[in-house]
């Protein structure tokens, strides 16, 4: 008889970069590839209110749940699709189901005080038939747009959707930027998975309901989506239970056990929350990790079972606690650089707080602290020495409590090149037959590179780091090329020349 609890859930971690996985730090790569313009979605959707739900009524087949309109995509994307609905009733029924699983994340414990970074839609395009595949009365197959099918492996409660292109391909039509997938199934059997593909997309799977009466549904949803909450460096959780249905199938997956920080093999030489012991509740409980022999961190713990909606143990507390932080950016409204490096300058950001307020902000010069608890910080540049470049940070932390290794507390970085010395850079020596010149400057309309050597490459890019021109095959001592577009502001230009030799220009561009 089969065991009346979730089988197995995650059998594959096989990519730590999620598909649309941001950068922790708000500074831009060099690159020339422009940011991406905000999705047509929020125009769309830009009724609902930041905090709140959706607006009466419900739209087919897109749908925003709530939405952070200071952060936009910064935020954390999740988007819930459905499967096996036939007609716009399933749909509205589904929808209400969705606005209570919300209601249900929001009072998860790490969840809570930054529920305001969670941007929630769904997307509900009609099956032709109802429901999940298999099921339990035999071998049955159902016309479902995602091919969502129980008893994978020979595992009655596994579900797992089978045609993921078409389940991507329907997200990616109107959340481009989405972090987390999650397939609802219209199917009123329970059962779920949490699966990591090979290409680094995840989607977590779970039903509408459940065949006996038990409402599970939001259990399950919770316990999943911890399977595809991969932080990088820190590992998933994985699955606390014993099944020994699902044990032969689990050990022949290539899955390293030691990257899951919920579970081990060894009490006293891989002791991966040591740090969490002497917390009520923290131990080495046996019988974890699908198979024997293995060991979880606390005797009470929704990653233990779904039944009576334990809460999350601190161990599993702090990994999806670190992970949601490197998923977001609150950091907003940089100030830009002054367009002259004299006199008084004041360097602003905004920061969009948790709930709880848990954030420790911190400036540094040169990376030396020069303030702390502030949000902006006038800099007189007559005290900053000019015989040199500086760099300016505003560094934002999270020590939420969660966290309780400090080790996992990712910053946010926002940084300023404070070019009060206009100077080459990359060069031994320069002789003085080596010349190089950007002319005019400031600039207009069009400016010159030149050089006293064939010049092989230009960038020109912000004060950001983001790039905003680039010619790799210049081939020739001089370069003329069109600023007139560029925003007011100060830019940087790199040439390298034949030789290999590099060489750095502030530039000014002015209306």
């Not at 999705?39 to 959707?45: C, E, K, L, R």
């Not at 391909?169 to 930027?177: C, H, M, R, W």
């Not at 929704?302 to 949601?324: D, K, Y």
């Not at 300058?345 to 848990?358: I, L, Q």
Request: aromatic share 12%; net charge negative.
């Amino acid at each position: 008889m089969f065991p009346h609890r979730l089988a197995v859930i995650l059998f594959v971690l096989l990519s730590l970069s999620g598909n649309a996985q941001r950068s922790i730090t708000s500074q831009f790569q060099s690159s020339c590839v422009s940011p991406p313009p905000p999705p047509a979605f929020v125009a769309q959707d830009s009724g609902v209110a930041e905090t709140g739900s959706r607006s009466v009524g419900y739209k087919i087949p897109f749908d925003t749940i709530r939405f952070n309109h200071v952060l936009g995509t910064q935020a954390f994307d999740v988007v819930v699709c459905f499967d096996g609905v036939i007609n716009s009733s399933q749909i509205a029924n589904a929808d209400r189901y969705v606005d209570s699983l919300v209601k249900t994340l929001e009072s998860i414990a790490q969840y809570n005080p930054r529920f305001k970074y969670f941007n929630v839609y769904r997307v509900a395009k009609i099956s032709n038939e109802q429901g999940a595949a298999w099921g339990f009365a035999g071998d049955t197959n159902v016309d479902n747009r995602y091919g969502s099918r129980f008893n994978k492996y020979g595992l009655p409660r596994l579900i797992l959707p089978e045609k993921y292109d078409t389940l991507f391909a329907d997200i990616e039509q109107f959340v481009p930027q989405y972090d987390l997938a999650l397939n609802l199934c219209y199917d009123k059997k329970y059962g779920g998975s949490g699966w990591n593909l090979y290409d680094g997309r995840k989607v977590a799977s779970f039903t509408l309901d459940e065949q006996t009466g038990w409402h599970l549904g939001d259990e399950v949803a919770c316990h999943e989506m911890q399977h595809i909450m991969p932080f990088a460096g820190h590992g998933f959780l994985g699955d606390e239970y014993e099944d020994t249905l699902a044990c032969p199938i689990y050990d022949t997956i290539p899955i390293s056990y030691l990257i899951s920080p919920n579970f081990t093999g060894d009490t006293f030489l891989d002791r991966k929350w040591e740090h969490c012991m002497g917390l009520p509740g923290i131990g080495f409980y046996p019988n974890a990790g699908i198979c024997p022999n293995h060991y979880r961190p606390a005797d009470n713990c929704i990653m233990h079972q779904v039944f009576g909606f334990p809460a999350f143990c601190p161990v599993c507390r702090e990994n999806s606690t670190a992970w949601l932080d490197s998923m977001i950016n609150p950091v907003y409204n940089v100030s830009p650089l002054p367009l002259s490096f004299s006199g008084g300058y004041t360097f602003k950001v905004s920061v969009d707080t948790p709930f709880a307020n848990t954030f420790l902000y911190q400036w540094l010069l040169d990376d030396t602290l020069v303030a702390t608890s502030v949000d902006s910080l006038t800099l007189n540049f007559s005290q900053v020495s000019n015989s040199v470049n500086h760099t300016l940070k505003f560094v934002c932390t999270d020590v939420d409590g969660h966290i309780i290794d400090t080790t996992l507390r990712r910053p946010w970085i926002t940084s300023w090149n404070l070019l009060t010395k206009d100077t080459a850079v990359g060069v031994s020596v320069i002789s003085q037959s080596e010349i190089f010149s950007v002319t005019p400057n400031p600039a207009k309309t069009e400016v010159s590179i030149q050089s006293s050597s064939l010049i092989k490459s230009v960038t020109i890019t912000d004060m950001l780091g983001r790039c905003v021109f680039r010619n790799d095959t210049v081939n020739n001592p001089l370069l003329r090329t069109d600023v007139s577009t560029l925003t007011k502001g100060v830019y940087i230009v790199t040439a390298v020349t034949k030789s290999g030799k590099g060489f750095t220009r502030k530039l000014v561009v002015s209306f």
